[in-house]
T-cell receptor, first 118, second 115 residues
Framework: DTGVSQDPRHKITKRGQNVTFRCDPISEHNRLYWYRQTLGQGPEFLTYFQNEAQLEKSRLLSDRFSAERPKGSFSTLEIQRTEQGDSAMYLC????????????????FGSGTQLSVL | AQTVTQSQPEMSVQEAETVTLSCTYDTSESDYYLFWYKQPPSRQMILVIRQEAYKQQNATENRFSVNFQKAAKSFSLKISDSQLGDAAMYFCAYRKTGTASKLTFGTGTRLQVTL
């Protein structure tokens, strides 16, 4: 068990460019979450997948953001036409959920991708 | 909407001493979960302790314990016998029961541990 892996660890881009981040969850985990953490704040929920289905998206996730989890394993988060306000750390987490309510669900987080938009 | 408030941006404790981090929250729900997460410089969020709102007994995990006051909507974390490795950002978080782990986090408390 290697934990949740995120790549890259850091990304610097120019405003207007597209960026893509990857998250590899713990192998047997069926749920995968994306959170965003800006400086001085706690993480904010963006979206989550159950297997390959994207079940919920926060209103924070604008049209420029898209997330996929094509085979129910790794996930990608793409930001198109980046803006300076997108600068943040993007955290991925995974869990094994055995019920719809997720009562005993425990999240395992990755170390995040730090995005800087110049 | 649920909100989580951590009013202590920074706290300091001497090694081997005890420190309490505060957290208040606002919700209209009666059933929910509360969490304390630790975020060291490695950036990885680590679950410290969890409390189910329907349980009156306060959760404990080794040196970590909580004081859960449901009526006051208060959820503080006590760290006993503080160690240098406890130095980190600590986040309080809330989740409504019956939902996926869409956590609402506070703004965090930075804990320094001194010799």
């Amino acid at each position: 068990d290697t934990g949740v892996s995120q790549d890259p660890r850091h990304k610097i881009t120019k405003r207007g460019q597209n960026v893509t981040f990857r998250c590899d969850p713990i192998s047997e985990h069926n749920r995968l979450y994306w959170y965003r953490q800006t400086l001085g704040q706690g993480p904010e929920f963006l979206t989550y997948f159950q297997n390959e289905a994207q079940l919920e998206k926060s209103r924070l996730l604008s049209d420029r953001f898209s997330a996929e989890r094509p085979k129910g394993s790794f996930s990608t988060l793409e930001i198109q036409r980046t803006e300076q306000g997108d600068s943040a750390m993007y955290l991925c987490a995974s869990s094994l959920s055995l019920g719809a309510g997720g009562g005993n669900e425990k999240l395992f987080f990755g170390s995040g991708t730090q995005l800087s938009v110049l | 909407a649920q909100t989580v408030t951590q009013s202590q941006p920074e706290m300091s404790v001497q090694e081997a001493e005890t420190v309490t981090l505060s957290c208040t929250y606002d919700t209209s729900e009666s059933d929910y979960y509360l969490f304390w997460y630790k975020q060291p410089p490695s950036r990885q969020m680590i679950l410290v302790i969890r409390q189910e709102a329907y349980k009156q007994q306060n959760a404990t995990e080794n040196r970590f314990s909580v004081n859960f006051q449901k009526a006051a909507k208060s959820f503080s974390l006590k760290i006993s016998d503080s160690q240098l490795g406890d130095a980190a950002m600590y986040f309080c978080a809330y989740r409504k029961t019956g939902t996926a782990s869409k956590l609402t986090f506070g703004t965090g408390t930075r804990l320094q541990v001194t010799l």
